[in-house]
Nanobody
Framework: QVQLVESGGGTVQPGGSLRLSCAAS????????MAWYRQAPGKQRELVAA???????NYADSVKGRFSISRDNAKNTVYLQMNSLKPEDTALYYC??????WGQGTQVTVSS
C-alpha cells in the first residue's frame, strides 16, 4: 500500500523558512515524478514545485527563487525548502507521486 507522509509544517513569521518532508513507502520511489501542491482556503489546489525521476525541477512563478525541491531516493523522501515565506504562502501543502498518489497534507501558516 502506497503511503506518502508529509511533515515539517508549522507557523512562521513572514521572511522565515520551513523545510517540508514527504516520506514515501509501498512504492518504488525512484520510478516516480514527485511534486508539492498547496491549497489555500477558498482556492483551488495548485502546483508549487515538481521534480522528475531524473532530477529535473520546475516551480510555480510565485515561488521561484524562494522555494527549492529536492529528492533523496535512498531515503524515499522528497523535500521542499521554503525561504522568504510570505503570508500568501499560507496553505495546506500536499505531496504527490505522479500518477495517482497523495499525502494527507501539512499546514503552513505565515503570520506575524
Amino acid at each position: 500500500q502506497v503511503q506518502l507522509v508529509e511533515s515539517g509544517g508549522g507557523t512562521v513569521q513572514p521572511g522565515g523558512s520551513l523545510r517540508l518532508s514527504c516520506a514515501a513507502s509501498g512504492m518504488i520511489f525512484s520510478w516516480y515524478n514527485m511534486a508539492w501542491y498547496r491549497q489555500a482556503p477558498g482556492k483551488q489546489r495548485e502546483l508549487v514545485a515538481a521534480i522528475s525521476r531524473g532530477g529535473n525541477v520546475n516551480y510555480a512563478d510565485s515561488v521561484k527563487g524562494r522555494f527549492s525541491i529536492s529528492r533523496d531516493n535512498a531515503k524515499n523522501t522528497v523535500y521542499l525548502q521554503m525561504n522568504s515565506l510570505k503570508p500568501e504562502d499560507t496553505a495546506l501543502y500536499y505531496c504527490n507521486a505522479n500518477p495517482g498518489f497523495w499525502g494527507q497534507g501539512t499546514q503552513v501558516t505565515v503570520s506575524s
